[in-house]
Nanobody, 120 residues
Framework: QVQLVESGGGLVQAGGSLRLSCAAS????????MGWYRQAPGKQRELVAT??????TTYPDSVKGRFTISRDNAKTVVLQMNSLKPEDTAVYYC???????????????WGQGTQVTVSS
C-alpha cells in the first residue's frame, strides 16, 4: 500500500523559513511527479509546487522566488519555504502521481497533511 509520509510543518514568524519533506513508500514502480498543495480554512486546495521526473518544476506566482521544491531521492521530495508570510498559513499536502507494480495506469495519492502556521 502506498504511503506518503510528510514532516516538517510547524509555527514560524513572518519572514522565517520551514522545510517540508515527503517520502513515498509501498509497491511503487515509478513516480511521474510529486508536489505540494495547500488548503487554508474556507479556501480551496491550491498548488504550491510540483517536480516532474525529469526535474522540471512548477510554482504559482504566489510562492515563486520564495519556495523551492527538490528531490532528495527518487521517492522523497523537499519543499524549502523562505520569506514566509501569514497568508502562507495552511495545511500542506504532499501529492504523488505514480505507477504501481503490475498496474500500467497512473494513480494519484495524497499525504495526511501537515500544518504550517506563519504568525505576523
Amino acid at each position: 500500500q502506498v504511503q506518503l509520509v510528510e514532516s516538517g510543518g510547524g509555527l514560524v514568524q513572518a519572514g522565517g523559513s520551514l522545510r517540508l519533506s515527503c517520502a513515498a513508500s509501498g509497491g511503487i514502480a515509478s513516480i511521474n511527479a510529486m508536489g505540494w498543495y495547500r488548503q487554508a480554512p474556507g479556501k480551496q486546495r491550491e498548488l504550491v509546487a510540483t517536480i516532474a521526473t525529469g526535474g522540471s518544476t512548477t510554482y504559482p506566482d504566489s510562492v515563486k522566488g520564495r519556495f523551492t521544491i527538490s528531490r532528495d531521492n527518487a521517492k522523497t521530495v523537499v519543499l524549502q519555504m523562505n520569506s514566509l508570510k501569514p497568508e502562507d498559513t495552511a495545511v500542506y499536502y504532499c501529492n504523488a502521481r505514480l505507477r504501481l507494480l503490475l498496474i500500467s495506469t497512473i494513480q494519484e495519492y495524497w499525504g495526511q497533511g501537515t500544518q504550517v502556521t506563519v504568525s505576523s
